[in-house]
């Protein structure tokens, strides 16, 4: 988010009347959309609210593009998160991300890894709220599911947003908490609820200090397939 930011004066100044850009222009509100200085401070304060807009996230999605192209930005992932998306492709399992960032975005994000590379080839279903519809909605799940062609009930669901986790629940998708380092305190009522993992690496503990070792994502997953043969996640 930061590089975006701080490429988005360049690019305006360079390219505010590009063929490449106007699409994103053009789908900015005015005032905002009217010169750079205005769009710059419109991208400033989506960027600190951390704006789900889908013209602001169209936009940023764009800006990443030229950075990882350039080679000026790599995705840092959790260690656990490669080998576990791996193992599901392995296994059959239709791996799908589900973002508030674009899907240009996230396939820019799963090409260019730290460290391990190009990741895409794990994921077979891209959405975001254009394609899905608003993270905290139970009927965004259920268009996932469709789009899947799937059942609702034949999705595992991973976030680390407890609004998100409830949302999917109400559709019908199985769901989990997952915690991270650095993420908003989660109350013991909430992780009990919404079946905390600590991540996707076996036998990891909790790194906050506030709950004991929990469970891990990949042993959810093994016991929703116990009982699942759709092979869908």
Same mark, same amino acid.
């Given at each position: 988010?930061?590089?975006?930011? *701080?490429? &988005?004066?360049?690019?305006? %100044?360079?390219?505010?009347?590009?063929?490449? !850009?106007?699409? =994103? $222009?053009? #789908?900015?509100?005015?005032?905002?959309?009217?010169?750079?200085?205005?769009?710059?401070?419109?991208? *400033?304060? &989506?960027?600190?609210?951390? %704006?789900?807009?889908?013209?602001?996230?169209? !936009?940023?999605? =764009? $800006?990443? #593009?030229?950075?990882?192209?350039?080679?000026?930005?790599?995705?840092?992932?959790?260690?656990?998160? *490669?080998?576990?998306?791996?193992?599901?492709?392995?296994?059959?399992?239709?791996?799908?991300?589900?973002?508030?960032?674009?899907?240009?975005?996230?396939?820019?994000?799963?090409?260019?890894?730290?460290?391990?590379?190009?990741?895409?080839?794990?994921?077979?279903?891209?959405?975001?709220?254009?394609?899905?519809?608003?993270?905290?909605?139970?009927?965004?799940?259920?268009?996932?599911?469709?789009?899947?062609?799937?059942?609702?009930?034949?999705?595992?669901?991973?976030?680390?947003?407890?609004?998100?986790?409830?949302?999917?629940?109400?559709?019908?998708?199985?769901?989990?908490?997952?915690?991270?380092?650095?993420?908003?305190?989660?109350?013991?009522?909430?992780?009990?609820?919404?079946?905390?993992?600590?991540?996707?690496?076996?036998?990891?503990?909790?790194?906050?200090?506030?709950?004991?070792?929990?469970?891990?994502?990949?042993?959810?997953?093994?016991?929703?397939?116990?009982?699942?043969?759709?092979?869908?996640?």
């Amino acid at each position: 988010f930061p590089y975006a930011l *701080a490429s &988005l004066p360049h690019i305006l %100044s360079t390219q505010w009347t590009s063929p490449t !850009l106007s699409p =994103h $222009l053009s #789908a900015i509100p005015a005032p905002h959309n009217l010169s750079p200085a205005a769009l710059t401070t419109h991208f *400033a304060t &989506l960027t600190a609210t951390d %704006s789900k807009l889908p013209y602001f996230k169209s !936009l940023q999605g =764009h $800006l990443f #593009a030229r950075g990882y192209h350039a080679g000026e930005i790599v995705t840092p992932l959790f260690a656990d998160v *490669a080998p576990a998306l791996r193992s599901w492709a392995a296994e059959g399992l239709a791996v799908a991300i589900y973002s508030s960032g674009s899907v240009a975005a996230q396939k820019l994000l799963m090409r260019h890894t730290e460290d391990t590379g190009d990741l895409t080839a794990c994921v077979s279903g891209w959405f975001d709220p254009v394609n899905a519809g608003p993270k905290g909605e139970a009927t965004s799940y259920e268009a996932i599911a469709g789009a899947m062609g799937v059942e609702v009930r034949d999705i595992v669901f991973f976030s680390d947003s407890v609004a998100e986790i409830t949302a999917a629940r109400q559709a019908g998708a199985h769901a989990a908490l997952v915690l991270r380092p650095g993420n908003p305190p989660v109350s013991e009522s909430d992780r009990e609820r919404l079946d905390a993992v600590d991540g996707f690496g076996p036998g990891e503990a909790l790194t906050d200090g506030n709950s004991e070792q929990g469970r891990d994502g990949l042993r959810y997953v093994e016991a929703w397939m116990q009982g699942n043969d759709s092979g869908q996640e």
